[in-house]
């Protein structure tokens, strides 16, 4: 979740590389995201899905972080211990 931030960030200051990403394959790219996860955080923060990451608005990067995080504590499994 680190390097989403960092690019999202990077994206967001102007850097070319960074804006240019889709950001389907970013999310694409986090561990444990499936192609119908990934679509559904785009629905959700209304991101288009040929959308670059330099596209966003600082509301939908907003909304993307949270939304990845939280989908993140859903697929957490816990502690082995909790199972």
Do not use: C, N
Not at 52 to 79: I, K, T, W
């Amino acid at each position: 979740m680190v390097g989403l931030s960092r690019v999202l960030r990077r994206a967001a200051a102007g850097d070319e590389d960074a804006a240019g990403i889709r950001v389907e394959a970013l999310l694409r790219a986090l561990p444990g995201m499936g192609m119908f996860d990934s679509h559904d955080l785009l629905v959700r923060a209304h991101i288009r899905e040929s959308g670059l990451a330099g596209e966003l608005s600082p509301g939908q990067r907003v909304a993307l972080m949270e939304f990845v995080e939280r989908a993140r504590h859903l697929h957490d499994p816990g502690p082995p211990w909790a199972a």
